[in-house]
Nanobody, 125 residues
């Protein structure tokens, strides 16, 4: 089992940067692919990005490509999401999610087995 706890959310202005983190506890974190999803009020949860367990592959939603960067530190059991040039439409609750040794469906929330409680990111215009 892997338990995930997000941190670092907050209120920022459009154009600002913010880094949110996810700390994982449990065994075999290094064998888990990790993803970030977000959910705005009244909208469905959507994929933001993901990183493979070996850190050699990252995936991003078109809406954040070039602005957001995912990284992970398997020694510290953490995965971070660096968000630059934030826009009001980036507002939402950001969730960290983990999946064990799966090779496809990185943007599909149903392919993730473990979820954090979420952290709020609010971008004002």
């Amino acid at each position: 089992q892997v338990q995930l706890v997000e941190s670092g959310g907050g209120l920022v202005q459009a154009g600002d940067s913010l880094r949110i983190s996810c700390a994982a506890s449990g065994r075999a974190f290094s064998s888990y692919g990790m993803g970030w999803f977000r959910q705005a009020p009244g909208k469905e949860r959507e994929f933001v990005g993901a990183i493979s367990w070996s850190r050699d592959t990252t995936y991003y939603a078109d809406s954040v490509q070039g602005r957001f960067t995912i990284s992970r530190d398997n020694a510290k059991n953490t995965v971070d999401l660096q968000m630059n040039n934030l826009k009001p439409e980036d507002t939402g609750v950001y969730y960290c999610a983990g999946r064990h040794l799966k090779l496809s469906g990185w943007d599909n929330a149903k392919e993730y087995d473990h979820w954090g409680q979420g952290t709020q990111v609010t971008v004002s215009s």
